[in-house]
């Protein structure tokens, strides 16, 4: 069983559409968690840091359940620009900063 | 722009030969980490080098070693290149070893 599970996709939705990531992590000792956005052949960006009361920025909003070990992401009114893979990440406890990537969910969005 | 750069972008090699890679950290990060991206996948965690030392490892054999500078620059050496090295290497930086990670652009390798 991999450490970080995500659902692969792809998911196919029309501009304007919310649209909901899952992600379950194995390790309950994980401290730090991430939503990272990558693009076609390029490196992964930081879209999020997410936190236990969730967060939000701008159509973006992200929760984290540490009892459950799950983690989301939501964006609502989706944009062609949000096509990408999306890769929730976890950070381990410790000092070594190892992060753990899920596979990628990929988003495609449609006009 | 994360400020991380590597080189080069692309390299194709053979199998059994020896690759060195190269990572800048972004301006006042003391912190680099590398990854392997196999296509299809998330990035697999390989090594994290601070302050010119190695702080942690992931699942990966020895041949794969690394440097770090005074400068905090790294370099990631694979010897006895395979064909499964065929990947995009990810260099990340980052402010301390638990700080958030910046990615570069990564360095594409294709072992024939």
């Known amino acids: 069983r991999k450490e970080v599970e995500q659902d692969p996709g792809p998911f196919n939705v029309p501009e304007g559409a919310t649209v909901a990531f899952n992600c379950t992590y194995s390790n309950s000792a994980s401290q730090s968690f991430f939503w990272y956005r990558q693009d076609c052949r390029k490196e992964p960006k930081l879209l999020m840091s997410v936190y236990s009361s969730g967060n939000e920025d701008g159509r973006f909003t992200a929760q984290l359940n540490r009892a459950s070990q799950y983690i989301s992401l939501l964006i609502r009114d989706s944009k062609l620009s949000d096509s990408a893979t999306y890769l929730c990440?976890?950070?381990?406890?410790?000092?070594?900063?190892?992060?753990?990537f899920g596979q990628g969910t990929t988003l495609q969005v449609k006009p | 722009e994360t400020g991380v750069t590597q080189s080069p972008t692309h390299l194709i090699k053979t199998r059994g030969q020896q690759v060195t890679l190269r990572c800048s950290s972004q301006?006042?990060?003391?912190?680099v980490s590398w990854y392997q991206q196999a296509l299809g996948q998330g990035p697999q965690f390989i090594f994290q080098?601070?302050?010119?030392?190695?702080?942690g490892r992931g699942n990966f054999p020895p041949r794969f070693s690394g440097l770090q500078f005074p400068n905090y620059s790294s370099e990631l050496n694979v010897n006895a290149l395979e064909l499964d090295d065929s990947a995009l290497y990810l260099c990340?930086?980052?402010?301390?070893?638990?700080?958030?990670?910046?990615f570069g652009p990564g360095t594409r390798l294709l072992v024939l």
């Open positions: 990440v976890v950070g381990r406890s410790g000092n070594t900063g190892k992060l753990i």
């Open positions: 301006s006042g990060h003391n912190t």
């Open positions: 080098y601070y302050r010119e030392e190695e702080n």
């Open positions: 990340a930086s980052s402010l301390f070893t638990q700080e958030t990670q910046y």
